[in-house]
């Protein structure tokens, strides 16, 4: 049976004008016992619940019960609204606590976690005098003292933008066989150290991160290891067989993979590989000159003499069809002045035509595209390619090289993805894209184009252009990112979006509507002013009619399925698209844009009510 993530949070939180002038001190010592912590149990906070006057008096704490279809039952409850009213007594110590939550899969404790209100809480020093009490309490071992250097892209409220920002954290460790305990406290670049929190549960739960001893107490095996060099791993794709039309378009999945290394979903990797799969139905494959963060790997055409930084191959109906060749783009490889741009430019035309062995043409922009660009097409029996990059010169100076694009298609594609006009998808072709799985209760909308944003802070342009690539609107993240003020670094701003996105809604013809508004999120202190029944509605409705909304939200506060990956962004302001409901499980079905394995997610409806920040639509007009 699949486990039910319940998750079960008590927090303090101030309102203001309401404090009371002597709060009532609640101990929430009965929530541990120090020699086996994994054993709180949702009883044991109602028992709480009970002797506690303060709890009931004030109605701070507040337990909801429920059970999915075919799932263990589930319950949450919050503790609210009084500050300084919460102590953990430690030996002969009171420690103020700000924030505790807990985990329950079924009744089955996951995970529980303290963290302590007062600033001057934040020392160095705070950690060993708890240690002390720890082990007189629970005469548990040494904990092991280790410093985890992590990257997150965090919601800068004043400067109302996202931001990448690397955040240490120091951390005491206990390890069972089937638990573990740690007490932490982090730093983000240029602030001050948070409150230290306390933390336990089942190993399973552990947050991600690589604990590593700090270097004064390596073991000398383990600081040999670190010190020593790394070997160097050579990677390198020959691209031209993408540019010979004789063959390319013969070219299977499983010929192609053979001809390059491919990366696996499943099973042991022998090779480096140098291509990873989109979609597990391997009907796009990317190659990335950044697919491994230490072993960047050297893309090439026409002979090594160009080098390029991406390139997607689209497979239909099972044979090569098209590619995409980002020869350059600022997102991955930074500025480009514009001398060089142009010599780059110049370049690849001249070896192009040799190639191809015709003469190109220019290209009228159809008026279509998120910005405007000057484009060159090579047209001949066997194929078609276009060369593009953004009209940076039209622009008075003002303007600077974005990308350098090459798209190749096969006689019978070179339709609406190389630019050419078109009147985009109708109703009937959207409706007949709807999924109904009888067995499961899933309603979702299939063939939505899978896009990897890699490193980039582009969840919102990929998503943009993998909802657009659906209605048969052609664009790319990094043309969306120039036209949506996206920065490599810090992502999207989502106070400025929706501003954006309404030049998307001029360029392209469809109608752009805020459903759930950011703006109104946070000038109404976290209300979003729809009701959870008009979530559920608004994201049915959507579905039925086959249209995927543009979905805004926190990461990393409740679980999801698959889970979270290991790596990459697992918190902070993201970007994401809902798909589809299932009403007899209460879910909404949601896909990301991180390549294979993120084709199809889930998380419960309530969850991702509440993780929401910004909801829009984008569709047709008159739909």
């Not at 589930?74 to 300084?84: F, G, R, S």
């Not at 995970?111 to 209100?117: K, T």
């Not at 069972?176 to 306390?198: C, I």
């Not at 622009?395 to 050419?420: F, I, N």
Request: with cysteine.
């Amino acid at each position: 049976m699949k486990q039910a993530w319940i998750l079960f949070g008590l927090g303090v939180m101030l309102l203001a004008g309401q404090a009371l002038a002597q709060p009532a001190t609640v101990v929430l010592d009965p929530l541990i016992d120090w020699k086996n912590p994994m054993g709180l149990t949702l009883e044991k906070v109602q028992q709480l619940y009970a002797v506690q006057p303060a709890l009931r008096s004030n109605n701070w704490l507040k337990i909801s019960r429920g059970t999915a279809k075919g799932e263990e039952p589930y319950a949450t409850a919050i503790l609210k609204e009084e500050p300084d009213a919460f102590v953990m007594k430690l030996g002969a110590r009171s420690l103020p606590v700000s924030f505790f939550r807990a985990s329950f899969s079924g009744i089955k404790l996951t995970s529980a976690s303290f963290s302590f209100g007062m600033a001057s809480l934040t020392d160095a020093a705070f950690g060993e005098k708890f240690i002390q009490e720890v082990r007189s309490l629970g005469a548990w071992d040494e904990p092991v003292f280790s410093t985890l250097q992590r990257t997150f892209y965090l919601f800068d409220q004043a400067a109302k933008r996202q931001v990448n920002t690397d955040v240490t954290e120091e951390q005491w460790m206990w390890k069972r066989d089937s638990w573990y305990a740690r007490l932490s406290r982090s730093q983000r670049l240029g602030k001050p150290w948070s409150p230290w929190s306390f933390s336990f549960g089942n190993n399973d739960s552990l947050p991600g991160g690589k604990i590593v001893p700090s270097p004064a107490e390596q073991p000398p095996e383990l600081a040999e290891e670190v010190t020593q060099p790394r070997p160097t791993v050579e990677l390198k794709a020959d691209l031209d067989p993408l540019l010979d039309f004789t063959n390319i378009w013969q070219t299977t999945a499983d010929q192609f993979a053979k001809r390059y290394v491919a990366r696996v979903l499943d099973g042991e990797q022998r090779e480096p590989p140098q291509f990873e799969w989109l979609t597990a139905a391997k009907d796009r494959a990317r190659f990335s000159r950044q697919m491994f963060v230490d072993a960047p790997t050297t893309l090439t055409i026409f002979g090594g003499a160009v080098k390029v930084e991406e390139a997607v191959v689209e497979f239909v109906t099972g044979k090569a069809g098209r590619a995409t060749i980002s020869i350059y783009n600022r997102g991955d490889a930074g500025q480009m002045g514009s001398p060089e741009f142009q010599a780059l430019f110049k370049k690849v035309g001249q070896s192009l035509g040799a190639a191809l062995k015709v003469t190109p043409r220019r290209q009228m922009s159809p008026g279509t595209g998120a910005v405007k660009n000057v484009a060159w097409m090579w047209t001949s029996p066997l194929g078609v390619a276009l060369l593009e990059h953004n009209d940076f010169e039209s622009q008075a100076g003002s303007g600077r090289p974005e990308y350098l694009r090459l798209k190749v298609a096969a006689p019978d594609q070179a339709d609406w993805t190389m630019g050419r006009m078109t009147l985009g998808v109708q109703r009937m072709t959207l409706q007949k894209n709807v999924l109904r799985d009888a067995a499961s209760g899933d309603i979702y909308v299939s063939g939505v184009p899978m896009v990897d944003q890699g490193a980039k802070g582009y969840c919102v342009a990929a998503s943009c252009q993998r909802l657009l690539e659906y209605m048969r609107i052609p664009c790319d993240q990094h043309e969306l990112a120039q036209l949506l003020s996206v920065d490599v670094e810090r992502g999207a701003n989502a106070f400025e979006m929706q501003k954006s996105l309404s030049k998307v809604d001029q360029k392209f013809g469809v109608a752009f509507k805020p459903l759930v508004n950011p703006e109104q999120y946070y000038s109404g202190g976290g209300k979003r002013r729809i009701s959870m029944k008009e979530f559920a509605s608004i994201i049915k409705e959507h579905a039925d009619k086959g249209i995927p909304l543009l979905w805004a939200l926190g990461l990393g506060q409740f679980p999801e399925d698959p889970p979270l990956p290991g790596g990459g962004q697992v918190t902070g302001g993201h970007m994401r698209m809902i798909i589809g409901y299932n009403s007899a499980k209460n879910q909404v079905i949601f896909t990301d844009s991180w390549g294979a394995g993120h084709e199809k997610k889930r998380m419960s409806a309530a969850n991702a009510y509440e993780a929401t920040l910004g909801l829009y639509s984008m569709s047709p007009r008159g739909l």
